[in-house]
């Protein structure tokens, strides 16, 4: 599988879409820490019918969203259409990134009607930032994901060794040539604190999250400061590397939160049962990130929804075989039983 995505994508994309920070150590354990936890089914409970759906900032939807991801055209030539379109058939939520290579009123037209959600990072120019989220919000994008974890790139080797360049235009700089991908990260602003996030809370127009906590005086910043989300989340091992995993930092936070917001995990989520044990620890959704671009790689918008359905049909077997048919009454009694 490694061998054909590296054949597929190339050295730098491969190395860009695949890789981790420093020595890859949470890369591998955001799986692993998901693979450890143990399920305890509860037998001969009527499980004939089963809701996989949750409510997620007022809503019911499934438990799954796309995470956001930068540059899909590199991915495969219809990027983040591709991408959309796929979530839209597989009725799973959606994430665009702003480092997005398909402009976002294109990608809310491929959602439909369901729409989705609009990633921000908060750039050195603020108007460039503030200019995105004008886009989202006419677009039709129905919350902003703030990413928190970035105020600088993590050390990341394999885009060193390779030098990896964007070749398509990004949304953030249409006009602009290619540029490699430690320009476009130069570009953050490192001096953006939780008075910040305040102020986007207000002036946002649309529902707030953020995403990057893995601390619990951290979620609690986040709700003081007007939140509707919290994404924990280490960047899928991408930033600093030896960070706590999403399944290890997920429970104090929703202990902290105490139900003042949604709380959504990510990072190495492969399997439906990974997302049970994720809304068993307490999490209201859980987005998937690589596997979809693997999807898109081999198949186009195909292969995401491949992907995506395979992860629905998992998460509907786990629910039965678990014994617990609404996935919204899952609970740490389905990892400890009791
Ligand atoms: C290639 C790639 C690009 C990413 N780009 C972004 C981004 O632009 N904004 C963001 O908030 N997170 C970004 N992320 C992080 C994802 O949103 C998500 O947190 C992570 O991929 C989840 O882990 P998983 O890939 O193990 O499922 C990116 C991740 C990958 C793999």
């Known amino acids: 599988m490694e061998d054909d995505l590296l054949a597929l994508l190339g050295e730098g994309a491969h190395g860009y879409f695949a890789g981790g920070a420093g020595d890859e150590i949470t890369l591998r354990e955001n799986e692993e820490s998901w693979s450890r936890l143990r399920l305890a089914p509860r037998v001969l409970v009527d499980v004939a019918e089963r809701d996989p759906s949750v409510t997620l900032l007022g809503r019911r939807r499934s438990p799954l969203l796309v ?7 590199h991915v495969h030539p219809d990027g983040e259409l591709a991408s959309a379109r796929a979530a839209a058939r597989t009725g799973t939520g959606y994430v665009l990134s702003s480092q997005t290579t398909t402009p976002p009123a294109d990608v809310a037209a ?23 989220v004008a886009q989202a919000r006419e677009s039709g994008f129905e919350a902003l994901v703030l990413t928190v974890d970035f105020p600088v ?9 390779t030098g990896f360049r964007i070749e398509h235009p990004v949304a953030l700089n249409p006009d602009g040539p290619a540029l490699t991908t430690e320009q476009l990260f130069a570009m953050h602003d490192p001096s953006l604190t939780w008075d910040d996030v305040a102020e986007l809370a207000q ?19 986040a709700v003081d400061a007007g939140v509707a989300g919290i994404v924990v989340s280490n960047h899928g091992g991408r930033q600093l590397d030896t960070v706590l995993t999403g399944a290890q930092a997920l429970p104090p936070v929703v202990e902290a939160v105490a139900g003042r917001a949604d709380v959504l995990v990510d990072g190495g989520v492969r399997r439906g049962w990974d997302v049970a044990k994720a809304l068993a620890l307490g999490a209201d959704a859980v987005l998937v990130g690589r596997p979809v671009l693997w999807g898109m790689a081999t198949g186009g918008q195909d ?20 014994g617990v048919p609404r996935a919204e009454d899952l609970d740490t009694s389905a990892l400890t039983g009791r």
């Open 203 to 221: 002036v946002a127009g649309m529902p707030l999250l953020v995403k990057g906590v893995l601390r619990p005086d951290d979620a609690e910043r």
């Open 153 to 161: 790139a993590g050390w990341r080797e394999r885009d060193k060794r």
């Open 67 to 73: 995470a956001p991801m930068a540059y899909q055209k």
């Open 110 to 132: 491929a959602l439909g009607e369901r729409g989705g959600w609009f990633q921000l990072y908060v750039f050195g120019d603020r108007q460039v930032s503030l200019d995105l």
């Open 303 to 322: 292969g995401a929804a491949a992907v995506l359905d395979q992860l629905h049909a998992e998460l509907d077997s786990t629910l039965a075989l678990l």
